[in-house]
């Protein structure tokens, strides 16, 4: 599970605000689903595709000229699907102040040359926090039903 991480991070520029001066929530989920894209495709070895975004909690807002980092994890896989989550935080540079802002929980699928899904390598669970991960998110797809 180790490998199977994505994290991209960039400062909120002037053109991804919203009217309050906040980070628009349609370029956060942008990102969340690029990070997320990068887990799901090392995992994978190769193309991987949105499939669902189960659900996108925003806890906090994050002020135009902060730093985000989003950062994904592959937490339970199937033949073909892989449950991700992304914790999405905020940074002031200035102060170092580090702040958990947002937490999304989506699903990639691994896709073939012929854009048909295919088959993911196994998911292994080294770490107590892994193991939480991975329950956690067979959890999450037992409630869905998938
Ligand atoms: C992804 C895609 C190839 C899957 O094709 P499909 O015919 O729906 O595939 P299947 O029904 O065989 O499902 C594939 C896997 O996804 C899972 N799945 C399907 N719908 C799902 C949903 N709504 N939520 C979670 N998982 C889902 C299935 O359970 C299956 O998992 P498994 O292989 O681990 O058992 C196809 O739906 C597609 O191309 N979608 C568009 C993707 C896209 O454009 N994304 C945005 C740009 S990246």
Excluded: W
């Amino acid at each position: 599970m180790s490998h199977s991480r994505g994290e991209i991070t960039t400062f909120v520029m002037p053109h991804m605000q919203n009217v309050l001066g906040d980070l628009f929530g349609g370029d956060l989920m942008a990102l969340v689903d690029q990070a997320a894209a990068v887990a799901a495709m090392r995992h994978a070895g190769g193309p991987a595709v949105t499939k669902s975004i189960d659900r996108l909690d925003f806890h906090q807002a994050i002020p135009v000229g902060a730093l985000v980092s989003c950062c994904a994890t592959v937490d339970f896989v199937g033949r073909s699907s892989m449950d991700i989550t992304v914790q999405v935080y905020s940074e002031q540079i200035a102060t170092g102040a580090r702040v958990h802002t947002h937490t999304a929980h989506v699903v990639f699928v691994a896709i073939d040359r012929d854009r048909k899904p295919c088959r993911v390598p196994r998911l292994v669970a080294e770490t107590a926090e892994e193991r939480a991960r991975y329950d956690a998110a067979a959890e999450r797809r037992r409630a869905r039903g998938r």
